[in-house]
């Protein structure tokens, strides 16, 4: 069992409670190949190199690269993810469909009926795609038991929200659930930088009706004026929390009874004079 099962397991058990939260997972620019596009761009029987293993059960980043080009320009070395599909699909953040001059659309991954197409180019060839370049529909993946502690469904819709000096709420997350799913909200790097979160940081899931009013403290002049030195109760602590709670001139972090602070955290609250108070 490694760390990202660990978390995975508390982080399912704290939602049976009521307390959920998901981790991220921040998709940059890929590639899905099926056989015959491999076959066509890196020789006849070519087998994908796994370089590392992703977090949904049997994917893996490959070794292999591949240079995409639309009307606009070119995207070299972008990465091939396995195993092989039934059919090539692009998934490119908005920024980069803009560089290749693709008209982006959102669509989940697999849906790629009437989108655009674009040029691939390996090793061994060049082919023209006609269609399956998508900026990639925001979602959550769960198991079917992580799914349950979530009381969540296959298809149905909430929002996360994600603290920090860019706080947001993200709406229109879909949740795919089922085998060959674990525990991970995948965003792209448009997203995730928007809003400056990074893999492995934790976002609440709020209920599909959206998330309550935050009061606003830091006004001038405000009757909560004397809570601005504290966070809000907070359910999960990282180290990244720390260090924003630190920009934001807080002194103490306040989380709940049965909050989730990492060793890290700790470390980097005593290294910046913050006290975590339960």
């Known amino acids: 069992m490694n760390d ?16 959920r939260y ?3 997972g921040v998709s940059a620019r890929h590639v899905h190949l099926c056989r015959q596009d491999l076959s066509r761009l890196f020789g006849p029987g070519y087998a994908l190199t796994p370089r590392r293993p992703l977090t949904q059960p049997g994917q893996f980043a490959s070794e292999e690269r591949v240079t995409v080009s639309g009307p606009g320009g070119s995207l070299a070395d972008i990465r091939v993810l396995g195993p092989v599909r039934g059919f090539t699909q692009i998934e490119m953040a908005f920024s980069d469909l803009l560089r290749l001059g693709i008209e982006g659309q959102v669509r989940l991954s697999g849906s790629v009926e ?18 399956g370049v998508i900026a990639a529909a925001r979602h959550l993946h769960l ?9 969540l469904k296959n298809g149905e819709i909430v ?12 709406e229109q997350i879909v949740c795919r659930v089922g085998k060959g799913n674990e525990l991970e ?8 930088n928007a809003v400056h979160v990074r893999t492995g940081d934790i976002l609440e899931v709020l209920a599909p009706c959206g998330p309550e009013p935050i009061p606003d403290v830091r006004r001038p002049g405000c009757e909560k004026a ?18 924003d709670a630190f920009r934001g001139g807080k002194k103490i972090i306040r989380c709940r009874p049965r909050a989730i602070v990492t060793d890290a955290a700790w470390d980097r609250a005593r290294s910046l004079s913050i006290e975590i108070k339960r």
Do not use: F, W
Request: aromatic residues 2%; proline residues 6%.
């Open 4 to 19: 990202t099962d660990i978390r995975n397991i508390v982080l399912a058990n704290l939602a049976a409670q009521g307390i």
């Open 22 to 24: 998901v981790p991220v």
């Open 114 to 131: 009437d989108t655009p197409g674009c040029t691939l180019k390996g090793p061994a060839g060049e082919i023209a795609v006609s269609r």
């Open 143 to 151: 198991s079917d038991a992580q799914a349950a502690c979530y009381g």
């Open 159 to 170: 929002s996360v929200r994600a603290d920090g000096p860019r706080a947001a709420v993200l």
């Open 185 to 192: 909200l995948h965003l792209d790097t448009d997203e995730a």
């Open 226 to 243: 004397a809570a601005c030195e504290e966070t809000e109760p907070m359910d999960v602590i990282t180290e990244r929390d720390v260090t």
